[in-house]
DNA sequence: GGTAACGTTCGACGGATGTCAAAGTATTTG
DNA sequence: CAAATACTTTGACATCCGTCGAACGTTACC
């Protein structure tokens, strides 16, 4: 049986916390690939292509769990990592596709 | 003349740094002060209410300023914060619309 | 010129944060 | 059971961050 790790609940989400939380590189980094990619990624998936140690990662997760900003199921030996979308949406409308759409090309489109 | 302090260009605006800035209490509050009044308020004026020193409110002033979210101009012996809001929209659509919105009251309305 | 007003800079201090190596905990597999 | 897998936890370390008191510019006003 998938067991979930212990995260605060939707009324208690913190703005501070969560921009926090998303103001840095490796975080940001995990949550837009779990944003964009759909469906739910294991640590380890998500985490592939990132230049840190796997204890960093793990701290990071958890930052970003604590934050309220994702889910964290235990299934068997890997957990599975998903974006907190509703609840997200719900206090902060708009935050997640703010902060998480890919940004465009620096160099503007030229036609 | 009023004189302009030295600001990142629209160009070099960095996500992470922008949401680090606005990541702190006494920021996020500055923020909001100036994104729900119109018009360009004074430090002073802005920074009334908050509790900490006078220098520190400097300090958070500069880290806005740095980080791209406002403009500072320095009038006689005041100065003039505004956040760029032309900017900020045309790098991050939506973003300040997010982070700066009233919350709504955490007690969900009865009907 | 002298003084007051407004804000900045400097230096210091304590607490938080990101990173890693080493050891630990479940869980699956042979 | 033993070994391998997938993360986590612990402890340490260097760095960064928010805050303050004191001193410093500028500008305005008498």
Redesign the pocket.
Known sequence: MPRQLPQPSRDSLDLITIL?ALA?P?RLTLMRAMYTRPGAD???AVADGIE????????????LREAGLTT?TVE????VVTIRREDLEARFPGLLAAVLAPEPADQPARA
């Open positions: 926090a840095d490796v294991d640590c380890a840190v140690g796997a204890p960093t990662i793990s701290h990071h997760y958890r930052v964290t068997g030996r890997r957990r």
